[in-house]
């Protein structure tokens, strides 16, 4: 199958394309390519020598939208239209980030806690892959700019530990801007990749890369063996970074300039000013034995002894992780042949001799560790660039399967490009209480309404025995094998009832098809998006009027006059945005009701009816 390029501007096919290789990171992102001449991967630098762009978005009041150094301006002075770590929320529900709810300055909407949260700027709402793909976006203008040609094909990278809904949602957020996903790579093997490891076809090896961001701490355990990356372990922080780096010395400093803790909390610019010259420090450590600094017309020193003393019981964290993970992958130190340093912390010399000691070898640093993930995510485009040749078909899915969910979505079981063979499940549950049988319709495509897809394949499943709506849990599996046919599974797990089905997914359909309904996603992928959260605020609503009607209806002694009133108000409205509103006035509508209704449904929470909220619906 012959390689085809895309070119999202004229809409045009073209050939002899760059891919660029993209590490979306949680507080800085880059992009990488193989350099033309040299064939050398290096990061795409601005005229300012900067490669790295603030994972920042900031929404002015006129509706701006400004990515990168300029949004970082503004993460203390508008804490509430600048959004920071949206690679956090990727894939998440509110349920899975609770937790670490007072981490985020703005707002992540929190009702309805079982589906993806939202992210709300003023009257707007925002999925985790519209941020992304505004920060993607802004990677790909940049790339435009420095390359002065079109970019529209990439490798993006994300953590090992990212499950199937992650990777879908970073999928979505490139093709959202205007990028053609050639594949998802794991983070720590495309650092491997930048310092060649794995490039060979004999050679296998364990390697752990230790990976010290901005906000997060993953250390991962690979083995490589014939060319091939399996992970044998991930382990690490979520939430420790570089920036607790900074607030321990900002805490520091705010003792030795006789600040209270209360004081530099209230006051932003202080706090605001505190910080940059934290970070000054930290980085500033990072090649010298002491920092000398004026504060208040008066010097003061820090030195490197001092910053070590803070940090450590936090390196100590990291590096009890690492055991963590060589016990998971039962490996015993002296069994990982290399050791590889990624993220901007680790330019932290305490953290590298650290990580060096426990290991007991010298450490992978000779690369910049905060682009050493681009770079590798560049030389994976290179090996896809290379090898499209016929490889397309062979080992690889070349289109999306998935199955059709409410309102006619599409939900992608396994996305295209995944290496056959391929087993992918998901489970589902009822719409309608005693519903005794589920209609699975089986798709193929990549846009997010089925009608625009191909249909493979539809049964149904019966005998579902009586059970309020949302309680059965049909698991639908889906498993391309090796010759490439697609079975098809239902099983009720409450009953056992079970039904399936085999399709040949590139029955009938030419290469040419192929590339027209990729070219189809890509020029569609704006509208589809809107599509897709409309319907998705419609179902939500939908579900929601459902429900508390039922709910009205049920407990209708327990609501005061005044409380019915009210919430039959705030239903009707939904109920009219539902056919003619936007998805942010229907989102809107939905917590108004929320609002209403959380208070009393909290006293009569009713398990058929909190079940019955959760949960996708086929
Ligand atoms: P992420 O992978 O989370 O997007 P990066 O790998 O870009 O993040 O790392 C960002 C972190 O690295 C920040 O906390 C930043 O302060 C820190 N950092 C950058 N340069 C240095 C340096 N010279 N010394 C110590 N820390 C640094
Ligand atoms: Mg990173």
């Given amino acids: 199958m012959a390689k085809i390029g895309i070119n999202i501007a004229t809409g045009s096919l073209q050939q002899q394309e760059m891919i660029v290789g993209i590490d979306l990171g949680t507080t800085n992102s880059l992009v990488a390519i193989i350099h033309p ?15 790295l762009v603030p994972s920042v978005i900031h929404f002015g009041e006129a509706g701006t939208v400004t990515v990168g150094d300029e949004a970082r301006q503004y993460l203390i002075s508008e804490p509430h239209n600048t959004i920071f770590s949206a690679k956090r929320l990727m894939g998440k529900s509110y349920n899975d980030v609770r937790d670490h709810a007072s981490y985020f300055t703005y707002k992540v909407i929190d009702d309805n806690t079982e589906s993806l949260v939202k992210v709300q700027v003023g009257d707007r709402f925002y999925s985790p892959i519209e941020l992304s793909s505004l920060i993607l976006k802004e990677l790909k203008k940049r790339a435009e700019h420095i390359l002065k040609t079109q970019v529209t094909k990439a490798v993006i990278t994300v953590p090992a530990y990212f499950n199937d809904a992650q990777r879908q949602a970073t999928r979505d957020a490139g093709k959202l801007a205007g990028l053609d996903v050639l594949r998802i790579v794991n983070e720590p093997t495309a650092a491997s990749l930048a310092y060649g490891l794995g490039m060979s076809k004999e050679e296998t090896k364990t390697v752990a890369v230790y990976d010290l961001g901005g906000g997060t701490f993953d250390i991962s355990i690979l083995r490589i063996t014939n060319g ?25 400093l705010a003792e ?18 505190l910080r940059q010259v934290a970070e000054k420090i930290k980085k500033e450590l990072s090649e010298k034995d002491e920092f000398t600094g ?20 936090l390196v100590d964290k990291t590096i009890q992780c690492c055991k963590n993970a060589l ?7 002296s069994q990982i042949d290399e050791v590889i340093m990624v993220g901007g912390s680790t330019r932290t010399p ?4 650290s990580v060096s000691k426990f290991f007991n070898k010298p450490v992978h640093d000779a690369l910049n560790p905060d682009e050493v993930v681009a770079l590798g995510a560049a030389v994976q485009a290179d090996i896809l660039a290379g090898n499209n040749k016929d490889f397309l078909l062979l080992d690889i899915t070349p289109l999306s399967l998935g199955i059709e969910t409410m309102g006619g979505l599409m939900d992608v079981l396994i996305p295209r490009n995944s290496k056959i063979p391929a087993k992918a499940g998901r489970q589902y549950t009822t719409q309608k209480d005693g519903q005794s049988g589920m209609r699975i319709s089986v798709y193929q495509g990549e846009r997010d309404l089925v009608r625009d897809n191909r249909k493979l394949a539809g049964f149904t499943l019966s005998g579902i025995p009586a059970m309020p709506a949302g309680l059965p849990k049909v698991e639908i599996s889906f498993l ?9 599974k239902a099983k009720e797990l409450r009953s056992g009832i079970e039904q399936s089905v085999e399709v040949k997914p590139q029955y009938g359909l030419t290469d040419e098809q192929v590339e027209k309904m990729l070219l189809d996603s890509i020029t569609h992928a704006k509208e589809d998006m809107h599509t897709r959260a409309l319907v998705e605020a419609q179902t939500e609503a939908k579900i929601l009027l459902d429900t508390t009607h039922q709910f009205i209806d049920k407990n209708r002694s327990f609501l005061s006059a005044g409380e019915r009133e009210q919430t039959l ?50």
């Fill in 37 to 51: 001449e040299s064939k050398k991967p290096v990061v795409l630098k601005e005229f300012d020598g900067n490669a």
């Fill in 228 to 252: 091939i990356f399996e992970v044998l372990s991930t382990n690490g922080d979520t939430y420790l970074g570089g920036d607790d780096f900074d607030h321990l010395l900002i805490r520091h």
């Fill in 256 to 273: 030795k300039f006789g600040y209270t803790a209360s004081a530099i909390m209230s006051d932003k610019s202080l706090f605001s000013h």
């Fill in 294 to 313: 004026i504060w208040m017309e008066k010097v003061f020193k820090v030195s490197r002894k001092t910053f070590e003393d803070l940090i450590q019981p």
């Fill in 327 to 333: 016990a998971d992958a039962q490996l015993d130190i």
């Fill in 350 to 353: 305490f953290v590298k001799a």
């Fill in 480 to 488: 391309v094998n090796a010759d490439g046919i697609l079975v098809v």
């Fill in 569 to 618: 108000g705030a239903m009707n409205l939904l109920q009219k945005l539902v056919d003619t509103g936007s998805k942010d006035e229907i989102q809107t509508a939905i917590e108004q009701l929320n609002e209403i209704s959380r208070p009393y449904a909290e006293r009569l929470m009713d398990h058929a009816i909190s079940t019955a909220m959760k949960g996708k619906k086929v």
